[in-house]
């Protein structure tokens, strides 16, 4: 079996049935060797895109992979691959390479930058694993390990292939590969356990923070089954967003410190146990209220660490503390008071006025199902999208602690080849379709059929309230004139709340080919979560 | 004096009046700061964009700058910024960062990957000089040792400002830096230059090969004097192509070894002395004859060494060699029997023909003047671009050894902005233009007026020749709807020779906004350089 091989084996026998790429004359090899294994090879326009389509792709597959060529290639999807870090994404980075020998007497191929381990050492920064495959004895290991820590860390890793080891017959492992990752020491776990159920038992207002890791773990039933039998109520991050269904009745809304919701922020404060489970301690996250938060008070797992008031315990797998609360069958009253998770009112919306945020987010509030999923880009996109009620765990994806502006149309690529029954909802701005909105062309090419709301707000309206100049404008495109440029598609340009109305009622039943609907906003209207978020994060 | 203002200061001392940026919150306050001291702030959609353009305007300008923000701009510029380093252009990246405060307890704040320190070891690896600029009695001094590094190394350096540095008040550094770099010693210089003197002497058939150090270092005008003195014939190599002006009667032609031209090529075999200077031995500019290459014969003079036949000497600057080869009032005699550097001749182009890849660049040659800049893409567009004449030195801008695909037009941004007086021309392929071409957008906001040639020859064409396969198509655009899409800029599609050469004539008279003009090609029309070319790279 050569390399090629075996590594499309092994991705296949962990789904990954795409894989995003543009190619180059390092990596062609590859691709062809892919191909042949029956992975489906993505082209997209530029590697950015094929970067953030596989990190997608990551967070609802459970892997991802990208290909692409040596330094040129290689070096545009280090932004992908650091989001995939940042936010926990297990995604596969392949790239073609020079021949091993070729490198000999180190002369300068092209795409070479300073000497031929140069990418390899920026992806030691932004990677678990990185190596250069190049002995045949050890190349079946080194795959075996790169994807088990892959899915052990929800992180990307790195992998890179010389051309001339790509078709190289290599020794298969026989034994899989071991992180050494331990079971739970079940004394330790024991102990944790007790104490948690302790703290919870005679607490009166406990509360469940869940974030994203609930989510990459795979331990969304677990938590719905969690609050639903123990009464204690749940909310969640803005990156964890859907981790929980928000229709459930226990759900309070999303929190985000001083700014976010007040009601929600009010009863995060007065409860006597928090129960962070999965959290990323991150300033857009929690608003910047790390140092505020009082310690004496919560429980706090995740992947990395599990801290219980001041102490922390070692050899306890997050999983298994998850699941082990679930079975102390602890019971709670829920409280007859609870926050409502605000939804947007179809009702107050007048549908001859000109679309504001508030209305915009209302209005495809009242379209979502759980046969969509809601993409959000960076700003105004995301802060409005706080609000809107996802109907099922994990249909709400964005970069909402990373914060990569241009995220959300490549990321829709990915997102839509591994969750084909799903349409996706993508909400972006007009400094980010201006970014990478270009990759439209991506889902005509693969018949992807994506409905895009681009939020024309007149240029980077989130930094205008940081600070403003000529720099937060933009040159207004017509952005519905994309379909012609690409010669497929359907747009449209919408300015009432009647048109917007509409235009969705008819891209959800039009379903030959991507939608673009350009959303006109005034410059000047925010949602009240991105006013606050502004007063908090400028120092 | 503040950071910012100490900054603009120096970056306009070497006369950089532009500044590519895409604008984010870490960022605001640089740029705010920039403007205020008269440095003109140029968006791009993307970041990817600013670093193309602030490397080309590195070429022509002699420093260059680019402005992002923290990972998620930092990371988009990684490879426009290894380009830098690995073609040698100079070019100050600027980034925006959490200021330090912020930064105490090691926080989770937005856009952070793995540590703060991230961005910084990713840019130690593509720079000669990486820093954070945190107390305020060193930051003159390491600006002053950035930008020095940078001029002399003629490569990228990385100044990284934490927001809270932007505007505080520094220690303004009394002396200039200095790196250390010293004068030639004079005996060694003397030593070389006698031995240099002796061998070309008692040379029969001399010959001087330069490259782009050449025009880094400001010697075309010594290189000019040299050949036309001396009467020893010069050939370039393509990334050096223009470094003479190619109507120069002493010029033979484009170097690429057996890639190239075979009158060329064996012209160089027979020579019993090479003159190198400033030359990348690269498998692009050379041909994959470096291991061929009979050091016996040659004089190789770089700014990073010096070697005679077998021997090096130290401390002997490329400056001071080539000036003193001048001194040196050697004088042999012209040859009679020179090869011609291919003109591609007018008369043997039929009107009524479909454009071939000969009949355009021999039609786009036929345009050529003092008063334009060719910027070629890779590929078909750089092959092709060999035997063009480019009427006076520097007028030929091109990716030739790091070969990233989509440089072309975000180049001939800062290439306009450099040098307003020349017309850019560019020639790229439909994957280049997929990549970057949405950047026509900065044309538009700016008032730049490119002339844009788009080969349409459907997919990567340049792959085809290596390995086949659907990966190397692409989606077939209207590509000339592109003007629709952003509201400006003129297009058309051309067809015969005949429509190809009345668009030129209509874009060259017509100069109110940037032309894109889209040639159809056959998918299978190739020029010999690239057939040549894909023989030898394929191992």
């Given at each position: 079996m050569t390399t090629i091989q075996f590594l499309a084996q092994q991705l296949l026998a962990h789904n990954v049935k795409h894989l995003f790429c543009v190619p180059g004359d390092y990596s062609l090899k590859i691709l062809d060797g892919f191909a042949k294994e029956g992975i489906r090879i993505i082209n997209t326009c530029d590697e950015q895109g094929a970067g953030f389509a596989a990190d997608a792709y990551g967070r609802l597959n459970g892997l991802g992979a990208v290909c692409i060529t040596y330094c040129v290639g290689g070096l545009k999807v280090t932004n992908p691959v650091a989001e995939a870090f940042a936010e926990k994404s297990p995604v596969v980075v392949i790239s073609g390479a020079p021949g091993l020998r070729e490198r000999q007497?180190?002369?300068?191929?092209?795409?070479?930058?300073?000497?031929?381990?140069?990418?390899?050492?920026?992806?030691?920064?932004?990677?678990?694993?990185?190596?250069?495959?190049?002995?045949?004895?050890?190349?079946?290991?080194?795959?075996?390990?790169?994807?088990?820590?892959?899915?052990?860390?929800k992180r990307p890793v790195y992998l890179e292939i010389p051309r001339d080891i790509v078709t190289a017959e290599i020794e298969i492992p026989k034994n899989g590969f071991s992180t050494g990752f331990l079971q739970s020491n079940p004394k330790a776990l024991d102990e944790a356990l007790k104490e948690a159920k302790a703290m919870i038992e005679s607490s009166s207002q406990p509360l469940i923070l869940a974030d994203v890791e609930i989510q990459r773990f795979g331990l969304q039933k677990e938590l719905e089954m969690l609050t639903t039998q123990t009464g204690i109520p749940v909310c969640a991050t803005l990156l964890g967003k859907s981790v929980i269904a928000e229709t459930h009745p226990h759900y309070i809304g999303v929190y985000e410190g001083a700014t976010g919701s007040e009601e929600v922020c009010a009863y995060f404060d007065q409860s006597d146990c928090l129960i962070l489970l999965g959290v990323?301690?991150?300033?857009?996250?929690?608003?910047?209220?790390?140092?505020?938060?009082?310690?004496?008070?919560?429980?706090?797992?995740?992947?990395?660490?599990?801290t219980i008031r001041y102490h922390s315990f070692e050899e306890v797998r997050f999983e298994d503390f998850v699941k082990g609360l679930l079975a102390l069958n602890i019971r709670k009253s829920l409280p007859k008071q609870l926050p409502h998770p605000p939804s947007p009112l179809l009702s107050r919306i007048d549908e001859n006025a000109n679309i504001s945020?508030?209305?915009?987010?209302?209005?495809?509030?009242?379209?979502?199902?759980?046969?969509?999923v809601v993409i959000a880009d960076v700003g105004e996109s995301l802060f409005g999208a706080i609000d809107l009620v996802i109907h099922e765990s994990t249909e709400f994806i964005s970069p909402a602690y990373y914060?990569?502006?241009?995220?959300?149309?490549?990321?829709?690529?990915?997102?839509?080849?591994?969750r084909p029954h799903l349409i996706p909802f993508v909400i972006c701005g007009d400094g980010a379709f201006q970014m990478t909105g270009i990759e439209l062309s991506t889902a005509c090419r693969y018949n992807l059929r994506p409905i895009v709301f681009l939020l024309n707000n007149g240029g980077y309206s989130t930094e205008r309230i940081f600070l403003d100049g000529p720099f937060n404008n933009l040159l207004n495109w017509n952005y519905s004139k994309i379909t012609e440029l690409l010669g497929c598609g359907r747009s449209c340009s919408v300015k009432t709340n009647r048109e917007l109305k509409e235009a969705i009622e008819k891209a959800m039943s039009d379903r030959d080919s991507f939608w673009l609907i350009e959303v006109m906003l005034s410059p000047t209207d925010h949602s009240l979560a991105l006013q606050r978020m502004a007063q908090r994060i400028m120092p």
């Open positions: 007497k180190d002369p300068l191929l092209h795409h070479k930058v300073k000497d031929f381990d140069t990418q390899l050492n920026v992806f030691k920064a932004l990677t678990v694993f990185a190596t250069i495959l190049e002995n045949p004895r050890d190349i079946g290991a080194q795959i075996l390990q790169a994807i088990e820590l892959a899915l052990q860390y990323f301690m991150t300033d857009i996250t929690l608003g910047s209220t790390k140092s505020a938060l009082d310690m004496s008070k919560c429980i706090y797992a995740t992947s990395e660490k599990l945020v508030n209305s915009f987010f209302g209005l495809v509030n009242s379209f979502l199902s759980p046969k969509t914060a990569s502006v241009g995220f959300s149309i490549p990321a829709s690529i990915g997102a839509e080849l591994a």
